[in-house]
Nanobody, 127 residues
Framework: QVQLVESGGGLVQAGGSLRLSCAASGRAFSSHAMGWFRQAQGKEREFVAAISRNGGRALYSDSVKGRFTISRDNAKNTVYLQMNSLKPEDTAVYSC????????????????????WGQGTQVTVSS
């Protein structure tokens, strides 16, 4: 069982930056690939970024590529999402997920594959 708690959300002006954190407790954080997803009001959850269990591989959605960076610190059981050049369309609830994987290559971009989820943190970008 893995428990996930997100933090770092808030209100920021367009062009600003935020760093989200997702702290994990429970079993074997380093055995899990991690991902960030977001859900805007009235829309479906969408993939943002994901990282392999050892941090060696990451993938991003086209909408955030070049602006967001996902990273992890397995010693601290935490995954981060650095968000720069924020736009109003980035406004959403951001959630992190954990998926048990068995190699250092897998990066999971499909939300249904994730085993555990945090409660989410609200990010609001004003124009």
């Amino acid at each position: 069982q893995v428990q996930l708690v997100e933090s770092g959300g808030g209100l920021v002006q367009a062009g600003g930056s935020l760093r989200l954190s997702c702290a994990a407790s429970g079993r074997a954080f380093s055995s899990h690939a991690m991902g960030w997803f977001r859900q805007a009001q009235g829309k479906e959850r969408e993939f943002v970024a994901a990282i392999s269990r050892n941090g060696g591989r990451a993938l991003y959605s086209d909408s955030v590529k070049g602006r967001f960076t996902i990273s992890r610190d397995n010693a601290k059981n935490t995954v981060y999402l650095q968000m720069n050049s924020l736009k109003p369309e980035d406004t959403a609830v951001y959630s992190c997920g954990a998926d048990r994987t068995f190699n250092d290559i897998d990066v999971v971009t499909t939300s249904t594959q994730y085993d555990y989820w945090g409660q989410g943190t609200q990010v609001t970008v004003s124009s």
